[in-house]
């Protein structure tokens, strides 16, 4: 069965070389059922790939598949291979099979749209790039893939290229993940130059053996690898880019946010991990930059009104949380969350989906309301994926995860009682925008009546998704419900096991305790001040301290302000300065010097011979006399 693992990338490779070459002279109807027929077959593939793979006695090995020397030149022979262990095995599972409900739901939200067959070839390519980023074996084929979804990213969030606000949205996300990308890549030179090879694990095996602990050269790469991951996965300072893709289709966000893109770095760090555990700066640097993010991104999202950009700013707080369970050595866990909000927060965006096109595409929140009886599956999958998002007690998927997260950041060597806190800060700050976003948009007076309702297309990936964001977490439940470390167990061959320490003011029980009193206050706080009594948060942030950190907050900490002063500005004046391009001048002037001689030179030639004689009597004896002299 694990020969056929080539073919989970290249079968959507095929669709989408078919999709954007013949896609134009499709019907609608063929064009989305190879779209989406080439994903879901993948995701038997790796289905299939999966239960091999558990059944094999133990579970928990690898599998190497060469396909070809990519290129050879002075000793440097990366391979085309795909690499198959228990990591990269769930993330491939997850990303396809999420992809694939994705795809269909695709189906009737783009249906009548002109650029439908190459809106699934896009797709198409996104997901091939995806599974070549999980599956390479080396870093340069990783970096093949990790450029491939930056492509894919910017031809879907400017899909719709003819409104002006869409190509910024996409040239936007284009460069600020290009700034992550060259930190990545000087990292990858780094490695190659000290370690010899780009192959992951003779890598991974040469930095313990060559490197000490705490060495300069780990710290650096890690350091330049996490610049890679912020761009990616919009991480502070790199994640202005994320709310602004909001300009692509719907389906668009569900596949960045939950299924590929935004998780490329984490992967990226968890696949690297042993040089994160040789330089404890740089795994610092990676819990630092996780818990200040969801923080700052709960803060922002609290202040939205477009549907699409408060559910953007969720994704940047989880991938938060992902990063804090990397930073303290909670391996695992962070890919614990990484399969739990693939679940939940494609559900919550096909929602939003369903609900803008119900809503004649308004995305605005406030002119929404009393949605809850006319849109009934929708409220429900909102429910469901807000309480896994903002962790309700027991019964949903992300509260399991994202509490193993937080007791991994308190109980672990490398953690600390502040990251915690920051990580139950973000609890509450996400039960406060979550249910601010439900209760604005669903219940209340209506403010505009449904167009229609969803059909069967979006309606059972819905139901799918929302299923799995409740039972997807069972698979790792906590030390006080049994301690049934399914999850755990099964990636230990491919991650070091979460480390942990004994708190000694306070039990894993204790450490949750504390983020569900922060759902609770939270979901109080949202029925409070967006049901009961709208005309509070309203009068606070119209006047004095309110409203400057309303708008503060709404402008994303004023992240946009401050680069467009420190950097779009200048580089614009300086174009402007430099329009006539000062390097070119040294080209230009050799060329007018050389038209002004040939002008000086054309002044002889005037057909006089007495002119020609005379100057031919006078260089002869300019001659003479120099030699004479000399």
């Not at 650096?220 to 994640?239: N, R």
């Not at 795994?283 to 969801?294: D, E, M, N, S």
């Amino acid at each position: 069965m694990f020969h056929l693992l080539w073919l989970v990338p290249a079968i959507p490779f095929a669709s989408a070389a078919l999709l954007l070459i013949f896609g134009p002279r499709m019907s609608h109807r063929m064009a989305g059922f190879l779209g989406c027929a080439s994903i879901g077959l993948s995701a038997l593939i790796s289905i299939l790939i999966t239960w091999r793979f558990i059944a094999l006695p133990p579970p928990g090995g690898n599998y190497t598949q060469y396909l070809w020397t990519w290129m050879n030149v002075a000793g440097f022979h990366p391979d085309i291979a795909l690499y198959l262990d228990t990591l990269s095995l769930i993330m491939v599972l997850v990303v396809t099979f999420v992809s694939f409900f994705i795809h269909v739901y695709s189906v009737e939200y783009m249906h009548g749209d002109e650029g439908f067959s190459r809106f699934f070839g896009y797709m198409n390519l996104f997901v091939a790039s995806m599974v070549v980023l999980l599956l390479g074996n080396n870093l340069l084929l990783l970096y093949l893939g990790w450029e491939g979804v930056g492509l894919c990213s910017y031809l879907l969030i400017g899909f719709w290229y003819t409104e002006p606000k869409n190509s910024l949205a996409a040239r936007k996300a284009f460069i600020v993940t290009r700034v992550g990308d060259t930190a990545m890549a000087l990292g990858l030179f780094l490695l190659f130059d000290k370690l010899g090879t780009l192959t992951i694990q003779p890598m991974m095996h040469a930095a313990q053996l060559q490197w000490p602990h705490g060495s300069v050269y780990a710290t650096a790469a890690g350091l330049l690898l996490l610049g890679g991951a912020c761009g990616k996965s919009a991480q502070l300072p790199l994640q202005t880019w994320l709310p602004d893709a909001m300009a692509g289709p719907t389906p668009t966000s569900a596949l960045i946010h939950a299924a590929t893109m935004v998780t490329a770095g984490v992967y990226l760090i968890a696949r690297t991990h042993v040089i994160f555990q040789l330089a404890p700066t740089a795994q610092l640097a990676v819990a630092v930059v996780g818990a200040v993010t969801l923080v700052a991104a709960g803060f922002a999202a609290v202040t939205q009104d477009d549907i699409k950009r408060i559910l953007a700013y969720s994704t940047v707080s989880q991938i938060g949380y992902m990063f804090l369970g990397l930073g303290v050595g909670a391996w695992t866990a962070a890919i614990f969350h990484f399969m739990t909000h693939a679940f939940f927060k494609a559900l919550l965006f096909l929602a939003s989906g369903m609900v803008i096109t119900s809503m004649h595409h308004e995305q605005n929140i406030f002119k929404m309301g009393g949605l809850r009886k006319k849109l009934p599956l929708t409220y429900w999958a909102f429910v469901i994926g807000g309480c896994s998002l903002a962790g309700l007690p027991l019964v949903t998927a992300g509260f399991y995860s994202k509490g193993l997260i937080l007791w991994g950041a308190l109980s672990s060597p490398v953690g600390s009682t502040w990251l915690w806190i920051f990580g139950v800060v973000g609890v509450f700050m996400t039960s406060l925008y979550i249910f601010r976003l439900i209760f604005i948009t669903f219940h209340g007076e209506c403010q505009k009546e449904p167009s229609h309702r969803p059909g069967w297309l979006m309606g059972v990936p819905v139901i799918v998704l929302s299923t799995l964001a409740i039972v997807g977490g069972f698979v790792e439940l906590p030390s006080y419900l049994g301690n049934h470390p399914w999850f755990t167990n099964f990636l230990q061959s491919s991650l070091p096991a979460t480390i942990e320490a004994h708190h000694p003011l306070m039990s894993e029980l204790g450490a949750e305790g504390w983020a569900v009193l922060a759902f609770f206050l939270g979901l109080g706080g949202a029925w409070y001040l967006f049901l009961r009594h709208r005309e509070v948060p309203e009068a606070l942030a119209a006047k004095g301290l309110g409203r400057a950190l309303h708008r503060w907050w709404y402008t994303d900490w004023g992240m946009d302000w401050l680069y467009d002063r420190l950097f779009v500005r200048p580089v614009g004046w300086f174009s402007r300065t430099n329009k006539t391009d000062a390097v070119d001048l040294i080209y230009t002037g050799t060329a007018a010097l050389t038209r002004a001689g040939w002008a000086s030179l054309r002044l002889t030639e005037t057909g006089r011979v007495r002119w020609y004689a005379t100057a031919l009597v006078l260089g002869t004896v300019i001659f003479v006399l120099i030699v004479a002299l000399l």
